[in-house]
Every structure is written in structure tokens, then in C-alpha cells.
């Protein structure tokens, strides 16, 4: 099914918790991306990566980290989470930079934050 | 940074009438616009794409339109099916990794 699986697809946590998303590939994708959809604002960049250990900041990246220790796999960390973290995050990967073929998208995760 | 403006948030149609989308960007250097449909608690998927070179490309029933002088681009899809029901999202890219996203459009096509 795509070619990107996300795990888990649902999870309810407690304020102040840490969090780990999972992004799994199997199209040896280069680049691999983590948005965050909610209403009224699209989708909007938290992380992306253009390699194994090579990893930068989207537009609203405060409160994540991210890992790439292996092409296919994308950790998403909330470090502490807060109830503005709840939210459906994607990942994404793409074969060349974003400005070339478009995204495939995963199926996505709803986190609430309780 | 890019900006993305998406009009109208929500646009109702009558099956086998046309609907149109559109979106404004703020970065003149922006030059891959690709546009995602989601539906109802799916994945969004890529559609159709247009680069900067290009004014117009269709695909069946969907077309897409680019006017960088004015610094906007529209989706047009025509003879419009109930299985069109969904959110479409326009997005913008400066040529790097950064896609900027519009805040999606729900369009629903009554039979």
C-alpha cells in the first residue's frame, strides 16, 4: 500500500509524556518529511530529511526532533507533549526534492494529547 | 518565507457542473505547484502538477492553470461525480525541500 507505513495510527497520551511516531519505507526514497494537518491550516512542514543522520527544521518545528538512522526509517519525537500537539501527523517521502514529482503520503497518525 | 492562499474553504456543486480552485502564492522564485486530493480519513494524494514553464496542463477532467505574473494557479475540474468529494489542497515549492501548503479547499458534489 504506497510503499510507507506509519505506526501507530491512533494514541492517546498525557500532557508532559514523551512521544515516538514511526515513518517506514520500503521505496529506498531518499527524502522523507513530517507535516502536521489541522483544520483551518493544511498541512505544515514539522521536519524533513535528505539523508541517513541529515535532518532539518520546517516551519513549525518547536517541540519535535526527529532521527533518520536508516533510509527507510523517520522517528518523530514529541519530547513533552502538549494539548496544541494534538493533531494528524503525515509523513511523506519523495524521490527527489519536494520541487520535482510531488509527495506519496502515509496514512497518518492522530495523536490527542490529554 | 512562502505563503499559500486557498479559496473558497468550502464550495458546494451540482453534479456535472464545474468547480474551481484558487490559490495565491507569495514567493516569485516558487516553481512547482502539484495539488493533493484527500478524501474523507485517507492519505492525500498527488493529482496533477504544473512547473513554472508551463501555463496549463489537463489530465481527463482536471486541469490546472498558472499565471506567475499575478502569482496564482487554479484547479478546474469539470463534469463533476459525487466520487469528486473531498479536500483539495494546492501547495507551492521554491525549488528546495520545503513544500508550503494552501489550507485546503472541501468541495462537495451533490447528485
Known amino acids: 500500500d504506497a510503499g510507507i507505513t506509519q505506526s501507530p495510527r491512533h494514541k492517546v497520551t498525557e500532557t508532559g509524556t514523551p512521544v515516538t511516531l514511526r515513518c517506514h519505507q520500503t521505496?529506498?526514497?531518499?527524502?522523507m518529511y513530517w507535516y502536521r494537518q489541522d483544520p483551518g491550516h493544511g498541512l505544515r512542514l514539522i521536519h524533513y530529511s535528505y539523508g541517513v543522520k541529515d535532518t532539518d527544521k520546517g516551519e513549525v518545528s518547536d517541540g519535535y526532533s526527529v532521527s533518520r538512522s536508516k533510509t527507510e526509517d523517520f522517528l518523530l519525537t514529541l519530547e513533552s507533549a502538549t494539548s496544541s500537539q494534538t493533531s494528524v501527523y503525515f509523513c511523506?517521502?519523495?524521490?527527489?526534492?519536494?520541487?520535482?514529482?510531488?509527495?506519496?503520503f502515509g496514512s497518518g497518525t492522530r495523536l490527542t494529547v490529554v | 518565507g512562502e505563503n499559500v492562499e486557498q479559496h473558497p474553504s468550502t464550495l458546494s456543486v451540482q453534479e456535472g457542473d464545474s468547480a474551481v480552485i484558487k490559490c495565491t502564492y507569495s514567493d516569485s522564485a516558487s516553481n512547482y505547484f502539484p495539488w493533493y486530493k484527500q478524501e474523507l480519513g485517507k492519505r492525500p494524494q498527488l493529482i496533477i502538477d504544473i512547473r513554472s514553464n508551463v501555463g496549463e496542463k489537463k489530465d481527463q477532467r482536471i486541469a490546472v492553470t498558472l499565471n506567475k505574473t499575478a502569482k496564482h494557479f487554479s484547479l478546474h475540474i469539470t463534469e463533476t461525480q459525487p466520487e469528486d468529494s473531498a479536500v483539495y489542497f494546492c501547495?507551492?515549492?521554491?525549488?528546495?525541500?520545503?513544500?508550503?501548503f494552501g489550507a485546503g479547499t472541501r468541495l462537495f458534489v451533490k447528485a
Open positions: 521505496e529506498n526514497h531518499r527524502y
Open positions: 501547495a507551492a515549492n521554491t525549488g528546495g525541500f520545503k513544500t508550503i
Open positions: 511523506a517521502i519523495s524521490e527527489s526534492p519536494g520541487d520535482t514529482y510531488g509527495y506519496t
